[in-house]
């Protein structure tokens, strides 16, 4: 769970993946795309890029040092990359809900066509880090054909981006409901507590507003771009 910060965002310490190469010789993350979610990086250290991909533009690949900050719309697949040992503030829209359930890792077409083997893949995580890297891997295999067509075949590349995004967007129709819900507990409950503040101030008494904030609940994870500590631990690990 996310940490209640301001505005309902979801705010992680994101160090990207680099304990070795991935296939195409690149350190970096998995490459995914969120469909409701809207994300952000500032660099903290070292050094990285951003590589985005979004049906207006196509590819474009943005350095990240400390001070950089970098954001990006839903819909735009991205991969993180680290060139130095590149740590990153994450910030994210809808109280995290990118890291669940508003994500979808680029494995390539044919894994998209069968459920059992996305699912394989994607839960190769819960091995742990050597999990984590080796469905890093797969997702980088399939990445670098993606970049194969945009070196070679624009339209192609179009057509497979939108092919991509277009399976993404069934999944999340198809869990509306628990979508739903984390909007309404993120920056829905944000608004709404904003709105019962205001109410509160009519009693005239600071003690009218006391409580409004809860202690998150926050657990280190294996993410898709690399080790994620949500911000309530950034003081252990930063």
């Known amino acids: 769970m996310s940490a209640r910060l301001v505005g309902g965002i979801g705010l992680t310490l994101l160090r990207i993946y680099d304990q070795r190469p991935g296939p195409d010789g690149v350190t970096a993350g998995c490459a995914h795309v969120h469909a409701l979610t809207g994300e952000a990086y500032f660099g903290l250290s070292g050094e990285g890029a951003l590589e985005l991909h979004d049906v207006d533009r196509g590819f474009r690949r943005v350095t990240i040092r400390p001070g950089t900050y970098v954001q990006f719309p839903p819909g735009t697949l991205h991969r993180s990359v680290s060139t130095n040992r590149c740590e990153v503030l994450a910030v994210m ?33 819960d091995r742990g880090l050597d999990g984590a890297l080796e469905r890093r891997d797969a997702s980088a ?98």
């Open 93 to 125: 829209g809808n109280a995290g809900l990118a890291e669940r359930g508003d994500a979808r890792i680029y494995f390539g077409a044919d894994v998209d066509a069968d459920p059992q083997r996305y699912e394989a893949l994607r839960s190769l995580v």
């Open 141 to 238: 295999r399939a990445y670098q054909q993606l970049m194969d067509l945009w070196e070679k075949d624009h339209a192609a590349y179009f057509a497979e981006l939108r092919r991509f995004l277009g399976k993404h967007h069934e999944t999340i129709v198809a869990n509306r409901a628990s979508m739903e819900d984390a909007i309404r507990a993120g920056p829905l409950r944000e608004a709404q507590d904003a709105l019962e503040l205001l109410t509160a101030l009519d009693s005239r008494s600071p003690d009218a507003v006391a409580g409004a904030w809860r202690e998150p609940e926050t657990e280190p994870v294996l993410g898709m771009c690399g080790m994620l500590w949500q911000v309530a631990r950034l003081d252990s690990h930063a």
